[in-house]
């Protein structure tokens, strides 16, 4: 919100610096964002007065000889049209720094600095301005819109500084409210916060207003929905000229961004920045029925607003009526057929308060929005509505643009907007804090804040004004005492009175990150995608339409449709991921992901749904193979001391011939595969990429498995290497559980070598393995282990036509 | 008889020292002491010798024998030691060329972060409870006192999946779960994903934050401010320090923005703290009584402080990254650069 400091300095004797301003402020809760020093780029600009003025000859210029007073005299050659002898001007010294214009004179291009310079031949020392030049326009100051120079008034003081004279001497402060202080969304909502920081009297805005005989008899007002208008006033005002609004409305106006319309429109306005109570005025006279009612519209209903937009609307829209149709669209903007004009010559005055959410909602709904609906969005209180309307009648009057009728009408649901008393208890005040702040600095602060307080032992009693709806409790008390008594006394303690808690990750965190670690020191780096993805990608991985990835929870507003789905696979951002990193020229990696996937129960959502835990693994570069991957899923087994299988799968997005499911202790725990062809070139993958998906909300199941020793074999060990010829459809897993199935003296089976060759077959490969026997009871004694080994053979032989290679 | 053991003796140490090599001081050796060596023919031409001389001749074999051995014994040191050296010689190698080193891999920023906040509270006695991402508007608004109607709502915007559901806006949500299956003490922080519906240079619609919660008899600001002194001091160091002003949340009451001294220069200003000496890394205050008797806690008996720390804010303070959309791309020249 910005406010000015000239315009503060209304209601608040401020005596510190606007930067000391700053720091009070922000220390008490109200963040300046940015203090704007008004004609920071000017300097060194003076009144001038032109002696003489002589026209240079087959030129627009003349030549000035300029009293700067104390400054000296010089000569300066000026080519605006109003130039002339006797008048006063502001001038810009050399040295001086003033706005550079485009040759249309209106449009700052930056600032310049003056330097002495020759026109034509003829010695210039110095500048005579515009008011553009300066930073001004026909708001800041009258007169400053002329293309040409600005004339100053003629009792201004040679050689003196023009900022003063011209408003440049002002800042401006650009606060943030919290959403809790909507009272603040104004200047004198400001005020009452500087005034309390400082600790001086703040000044109520003049309220008085002379009410005339005249009466609009018959006239009433009401209201249909009390639900969404608590309270709504109607004043009365005739004999309205409609003019300009004077010079000092319409720079403060100007100053935070709105610009002079009218003097009763103005005055609509500047209420609205100086109380945050938005108005309407209407003009009387197209007002039909003699009569205003509030009410909810009816469906299909239209009206056309101030900026000539029309829309239709509906039972949630709250609507001003006069006695025969709607006129203004509630809080958001006043229809055209009720608009103030030049010609207008009675106004009816609306300073009413709407429920913040059906204001909100409607100009959402709408998509019509003003400074009047973003101020009833933050919120507006009864309180204002009563001292707005008085504020507004006594600008009229101030501005004699109107006579003040005595037809007022006020209705409402009876809420008070009188000081409410709250009790409370000082030890639970200092409770809060765990300070004990001084009796008197309680009181001195509370008083500051309009609060009125008084203490009687432990009771604390303050009179909360009808503005400050957020006082609620002890709670909201200790806050608005310890922000203007000082953080600074807020002493760190290390919570004395509180118990001994045990705290530390529990097993499924202390388990995962288990996982994490493990998989980063097989090489991989961790990452994070968004928990959204694209209804593209569950294409991407060729996806059938029944496929449950494609059952889905989607957002109801995502940022764009890449981001509009609960992942329901980390597999595609995973591929992405892997097809980025070689688009900017990294060809070999691994990476791997530990995020939720959302299984909803049903569709729309009715209960929370399932967040699954789940690992993703990508790897990708010409040394990565279907078994480097295995491998990482072999990490994943080992930290957790669990037993995974492997059976060939397919998915649609994988190798049909490179593509397993992984089974933890038989149950079915995700895949991994490489990554299809296809789907590689749609993504210009310039290398191969492989992808493995577990559940790992499934392999918690196994976490924290008691880890036990088993003792050294008491009896040496036998090894013995094995060469296989081996039909190609017989798979590694066959002979493996073949050989263990065959003696229980079988500790590890090792596959060490395969081999394909023409003196095999087409049909055939040997593979070999280290078997190892493990005695138990005793040591193996004489011709055993070729029992075993005997017993091996047939049973391969037998069950997989498997035989030893010659 | 001397003569020719003294003969053989010289002849043997000659040869002995002209060997080059370990191979051919193996056949000097055997040439002298093997069983058909020279000394070894000798010995067993002792039955040749008269009984009366064998001992005396039996004592000059054994003397020219040790004799021998012992230069042996010698040389063989010696040349084994040449043989090292030139083995050693052999396999000098350049020690500048490039290692041979395995791959890593790390834990990601975020995760990092998390973690050194996680050791900060756990050692603090903090347990760690990690809500879920879909939560609803209960939880993440109204139970946190910030109702329907609320001005408050407007301050972030949330992705909603149905009239009930949404993606939570913040882990606060947390604190309302664990009020309700939990009596005080409590003690807990709830790190995980949050999402906002914002996406430009400095906002990503998804980030993370770490809630804190502490629920107990006579808890106050004062015990807030003690334990964010002595968390900031362990994550930055320990010459940082904490400044507390106003701010607003629904679900605290007093609420502050806490600043900490710019770790980068000490508070003097710099462009890391905007000139300004400090640096806002979180928010938090006294818990507000309408969320604690919201969750069927004693307000009489009980009091409490919640904080909330952007992750990756402190992340990319620490680190100095620059942009937060790097922290989720994957990118492998990003992610290999923070180690832990």
Known sequence: MLAPLSWLKDYVDIDVTPKELEEKLFSCGFEVEELIEVGKDVSNV???????????????????????????????????????????????????????????????EGVMKIKKGKLRGYESQGMLCSGVELGLNEDLYPGAGYNGLLVLPDDAEVGADVKPLLGLNDWIFDIAITANRPDCQSIYGIAREVAAVLNKPCKEPALDFTETEVKKDGFSVTVDAPELCPRYIAHYVYDVKIAPSPAWMRRRLSLVGIGGISNVVDITNYILKELGQPMHAFDDSFLQGNAINVRRAADGEKIVTLDEKEFELNSSNLVICDGKRPVALAGIMGGLNSEILDTTTEVMFEAAKF???????????????????????????????????????????????????????????????????????????NGVLGIEVPETEMLRILTALNFA????????????????????????????????????????????????????????????????????????????????????????????????????????????????????TLAPQMIHAMARNQKRGILEGRIFELGNIFVPKELPLTEYPDERE?????????????????????????????????????????????????????????????????????????????????????????????????????????????????????????????????????????????????????????????????????????EMVEGFVKKILKNLEQKLGVTLRA | MKEKLQKIRERAIAEIEGAGGLDRLSEVRSAIL???????????????????????????????????????????????????????????????????????GNLHPITQV??????????????????????TDYYNF????????????????????????????????????????????????????????????????????????????????????????????????????????????????????????????GGKGCKLCKGTGWIEVLGAGVVNNRVLAGCGVDTDVYSGFAFGIGIERIAMLKYGINNIKLLFESDLRVLNQIDD
Not at chain 1, 365 to 383: C, H, I, P
Not at chain 1, 394 to 422: A, D, F
Not at chain 2, 119 to 134: L, P, T, V
């Open chain 1, 46 to 108: 003076v009144v001038g007065l032109v002696k003489e003025c002589e026209p240079i000859p087959e030129t627009h210029l003349s030549l000035c000889q300029v009293d700067a007073g104390s400054h000296g005299t010089f000569q300066i050659c000026c080519g605006a049209d109003n130039v002339c002898a006797g008048k006063k001007f502001p001038v810009a010294l050399v040295g001086a720094t003033v706005y550079a214009t485009a040759k249309d004179h209106v449009t700052i």
């Open chain 1, 355 to 429: 429920m913040r959410d059906n204001i909100r909602k409607s100009s959402r709904a709408l998509g019509q929005s003003s400074d009047s609906s973003a101020m009833y969005a933050k919120g507006v209180y009864e309180y204002t509505t009563v001292m707005a309307m008085k504020r507004a009648l006594h600008l009229i009057e101030e501005l004699g643009c109107g006579k003040v009728s005595s037809t007022h009408v006020e209705v409402s649901t009876g809420n008070s907007v009188e000081p409410q008393e709250m009790k409370v208890s000082v030890k639970q005040v």
């Open chain 1, 453 to 568: 307080p008084a203490i009687d032992g432990d009771t604390l009693t303050i009179q909360v004004p009808a503005y400050r709806e957020d006082m609620d409790s002890y709670q909201d008390v200790a806050e608005e005492v310890i922000r203007m008594y000082g953080y600074d006394h807020v002493k760190g303690t290390f919570m004395p009175t509180a118990r001994v808690t045990a705290g530390g990750l529990d097993l499924r965190q202390k388990s995962e990150l288990k996982i994490k670690r493990a998989l980063c020191a097989a090489g991989a780096y961790e990452g994070i995608h968004y928990s959204f993805f694209s209804p593209s990608d569950l294409d991407l991985l060729r996806l059938p339409e029944d496929a449950k990835e494609r059952h889905a929870i989607r957002l109801m507003n995502p940022i764009n449709i890449d981001l509009s789905l609960m992942r329901t």
């Open chain 1, 614 to 782: 789940t690992l993703c693994v990508g790897v990708f570069g010409e040394k990565e193979s279907f078994y480097t991957l295995k491998g990482m899923a072999q990490v994943v087994a080992r930290a957790l001391g669990v037993t995974f299988t492997y059976e060939a799968g397919t998915r649609p997005f994988l190798h049909p011939y490179q593509t397993a499911e992984i089974f933890c202790e038989g149950e079915k725990a995700g895949y991994l595969g490489k990554l299809a062809y296809e789907i590689a070139d749609e993504l210009d993958m310039r290398t191969q990429a492989y992808v493995l998906e577990l559940d790992v909300r499934l392999l918690s199941r196994w976490y924290g498995q008691a880890q036990t020793f088993t003792p050294l074999p008491r009896f040496a060990q036998e090894k013995r290497d094995f060469a296989f010829v081996v039909d190609k459809g017989i798979t590694c897993a066959q002979i493996e559980s073949g050989i263990q199935e065959s003696c229980k003296y079988v500790t590890d089976v090792q596959l060490f070598d395969v081999y394909e060759g023409a003196q095999l077959g087409p049909d055939k490969r040997s593979m070999a393995f280290s078997v190892v026997f493990t005695p138990a009871e005793e040591e193996f004694g004489g």
């Open chain 2, 34 to 104: 093997g069983k058909k060596g020279e000394l070894t023919a000798v010995l067993k031409g002792m039955k040749d010798v008269p009984p009366e001389e064998r001992p005396k001749v039996g004592q000059w074999v054994n003397e020219t024998r040790e004799a021998i051995e012992g230069i042996l014994a010698e040389q063989t040191k010696r040349l084994e030691a040449q043989a090292l050296r030139i083995r050693y010689e052999a396999e000098k190698i350049d020690v500048t060329m490039p290692s041979v080193t395995p791959a890593k």
């Open chain 2, 114 to 135: 998390r973690n050194q906040l996680i050791d900060i509270f756990a050692s603090m006695g903090f347990e760690i409870f990690e809500g879920s991402e879909i939560e």
């Open chain 2, 142 to 265: 109204t139970a946190l006192n910030t109702p329907q109607d609320h001005p408050a709502r407007d301050m972030q915007d949330t992705f909603y999946l149905s009239k009930e559901f949404l993606l939570r806006t913040q882990t606060s949500a947390g604190q309302i779960h664990v009020m309700e299956a939990k009596k005080p003490p409590i003690k807990i922080i709830s790190p995980g994903k949050v999402f906002r519906s914002d996406d430009d240079a400095t906002h990503s619609p998804m980030f993370s934050q770490m809630e804190g919660l502490v629920v107990d008899k006579g808890i106050t600001l004062c015990d807030l401010k003690g334990m964010l002194d002595e968390f900031v001091k362990r994550i930055f160091g320990e010459q940082v320090t904490t400044r507390l002003r106003p701010s607003y949340f629904p679900f605290t009451e007093p609420s502050v923005e806490v600043d900490v001294s710019c770790f980068q220069c």
